[in-house]
C-alpha cells in the first residue's frame, strides 16, 4: 500500500465531515459517501458548497442540490447526515470571501476531521481549500482533498505537511455496490422506465430478459453469425415495414435452413418475445443480439473484474420533470452501468442516422452521465463491409448512418467484432496498464 492509499484510507476511517461542490455531476459528490456509509458508529456532516441563486439559468445549483438529497435520503432513510449546512458562495470570485463563508461555517468543527471533495467544482473552490487549509496550519493533518477523475477510477488525494502540499493517485478505489440506474440519472435530474434489466451477480435476476439473451446469443452465434442468408434477409426485414407478415416471412425463411435442432427451442422462444410484431423487425434483433454479445462479453472477464459491472438495461425511457411536467427526453437501447458510476449507452442503428442525430447522442450521454456517460454507436457493417465500402443496396441507410456516426465524432462498434472491442473498452474502464497489468484494487 502506498503512503497516498494509506492516507486515504486513514482519512475515510475519521472523517467527520464531508464537504463536497454542487454540480450537475452529482454522482462525483455521491460515490464517496459509499465509502463512508458503513461506519454505524460514527456519524457524518455534509457541508455543501454552492453558490447564491442567480439569474443564469444554465446553473442551476439549487435543482443539483436536490436531486443529491432526494437520492441520497431514498438511500439512506435511517442515517440521514446531521448536518446539511449549505455554503452559498458569491457568484464573483474573490478568494477572501470564500474563505470568509466557509470559516464561519465550520469554525466549530475545526479540530474534526474533513474530507474535501471539490471534483464538482471550479478551480477557485480548489484554490479556497488550499488557502483555507494553509491558513489554519495547526490542524491542517484533519484535512484531507480529494478529486475524481471520471472513468478511470482514480482518486487523486492531497493534505498540506510540513508547509508544503503533497499530491498522489489511489487506483481503483471509488465504486458502489448499491447504485443503480434510477438512482444514477435521478442524480443528474431525471426519470427512467426501464423495460428489461439483468443484474451481473447472478441469483439477483428475475424474469424472461435472462433467458431472451440466451436465445438471442445462441440464434447469433449459431445462425445470423455464419449464415449469410439469415443475415441478408433480417438486413432486408427493414424494408418490409408495410407488410404485416414480416416475421411470418422470416421464420419461414428460417424453416428451410438445415439448422440441426441447435437453435429450435431458441426461435420458439424469439417468436414469443415479437408479441406480433413486424415492423422494423431487424431492429429489434439487432438489440438482442448486441445486448447478448456485451452480456457474454462481462461473463467472460474473470473475478474480480466482472464484479465491477451493475447491470445491463434494454430498451430504457428516461424523463425530465419539466414545468409543464413529465416529458419524454430520449429512449437509450442499451446501458451497461459500471460500480464507479460509469454508464456504456449504446445506440444500436438498423437503419438511418443523421449526423446531427450523432451529436445528440453525446449530448444524452453527457446529460446523463457527465464525464462518467460514454456513447457508442453498434452497426451490423462488418468491420470488413465498413472499411471496403462496398454494400448492397439494402444497406444504404445503414451505410449513411455509419458515415454520419463517424462525422460526428460517435464511436463506432461492428457487431461482428463487438466481443472484442468490449473487451478493449472494458481494459480501458477497468483501469488496466498498458501490457495487461491491473492498478491494485
Not at 428451410?256 to 422494423?280: C, Q
Request: hydrophobic share 35%; aromatic share 12%.
Amino acid at each position: 500500500m502506498t503512503d497516498f492509499e494509506n492516507r486515504w484510507r486513514q482519512a475515510q476511517e475519521k472523517c467527520d465531515v464531508y464537504v463536497m461542490c454542487s454540480t450537475l455531476n452529482q454522482i462525483v459528490n455521491y460515490l464517496p459517501v459509499e465509502n463512508l456509509k458503513n461506519r454505524e458508529s460514527k456519524s457524518l456532516e455534509i457541508i455543501n458548497l454552492s453558490y447564491e441563486d442567480g439569474e443564469n439559468k444554465r446553473f442551476s445549483n439549487k435543482m443539483w442540490d436536490e436531486n443529491f438529497s432526494s437520492v441520497y435520503h431514498h438511500r439512506y432513510e435511517e442515517r440521514p447526515w446531521i448536518d446539511s449546512d449549505d455554503i452559498k458562495l458569491p457568484r464573483r470570485f474573490k478568494c477572501e470571501d470564500y474563505i470568509r463563508k466557509i470559516e464561519n461555517c465550520i469554525e466549530d468543527k475545526k479540530n474534526k476531521n474533513f474530507i474535501w471533495n471539490v471534483t464538482g467544482g471550479q478551480r477557485n473552490i480548489l484554490f479556497t481549500a488550499m488557502k483555507y487549509i494553509e491558513d489554519n496550519a495547526d490542524t491542517s493533518s484533519n484535512h484531507t482533498v480529494m478529486y475524481l477523475e471520471g472513468n478511470t477510477q482514480k482518486i487523486t488525494v492531497g493534505y498540506y505537511d510540513t508547509n508544503e502540499w503533497k499530491f498522489g493517485a489511489v487506483n481503483n478505489s471509488y465504486r458502489s455496490d448499491t447504485i443503480d440506474l434510477h438512482n444514477l440519472f435521478r442524480l443528474a435530474g431525471y426519470e427512467t422506465d426501464i423495460s428489461d434489466a439483468v443484474f451481473i451477480h447472478e441469483g439477483k435476476n428475475e424474469g424472461d430478459f435472462l433467458n431472451l439473451l440466451k436465445a438471442y446469443s445462441n440464434f447469433y452465434s449459431k445462425l445470423y453469425e455464419v449464415n449469410e442468408e439469415v443475415r441478408k434477409k433480417l438486413i432486408e426485414s427493414n424494408k418490409w415495414n408495410k407488410k404485416e407478415n414480416n416475421a411470418n416471412e422470416f421464420f419461414k425463411l428460417l424453416d428451410g435452413i438445415n439448422h440441426k435442432g441447435k437453435v429450435t427451442d431458441d426461435i420458439e422462444i424469439i417468436k414469443e418475445s415479437l408479441n406480433n410484431r413486424s415492423n422494423y423487425l431487424f431492429g429489434y434483433f439487432m438489440e438482442y443480439m448486441a445486448a447478448a454479445v456485451i452480456w457474454n462479453a462481462v461473463q467472460e472477464i474473470s473475478k474480480p473484474d466482472a464484479d465491477f459491472f451493475q447491470s445491463l438495461s434494454h430498451s430504457v425511457k428516461v424523463y425530465k420533470n419539466d414545468w409543464n411536467g413529465k416529458e419524454k427526453f430520449c429512449e437509450l437501447d442499451l446501458v451497461l452501468l459500471l460500480r464507479s458510476g460509469q454508464t456504456v449507452v449504446f445506440e444500436c442503428k438498423s437503419g438511418f442516422m443523421s449526423a446531427e442525430n450523432a451529436k445528440s447522442r453525446e449530448y444524452t450521454a453527457y446529460a446523463l452521465g457527465g464525464v462518467y456517460g460514454k456513447p457508442i454507436l453498434i452497426t451490423p457493417l462488418s468491420e470488413h463491409e465498413a472499411v471496403a465500402g462496398k454494400m448492397p443496396d439494402e444497406y444504404e441507410n445503414i451505410t449513411k448512418a455509419y458515415s454520419s456516426a463517424r462525422r460526428a465524432g460517435l464511436e463506432v462498434f461492428h457487431l461482428d467484432t463487438l466481443k472484442e472491442e468490449l473487451k478493449a473498452l472494458f481494459k480501458d474502464a477497468l483501469g488496466r496498464k498498458k501490457g495487461g497489468e491491473h492498478y491494485e484494487h
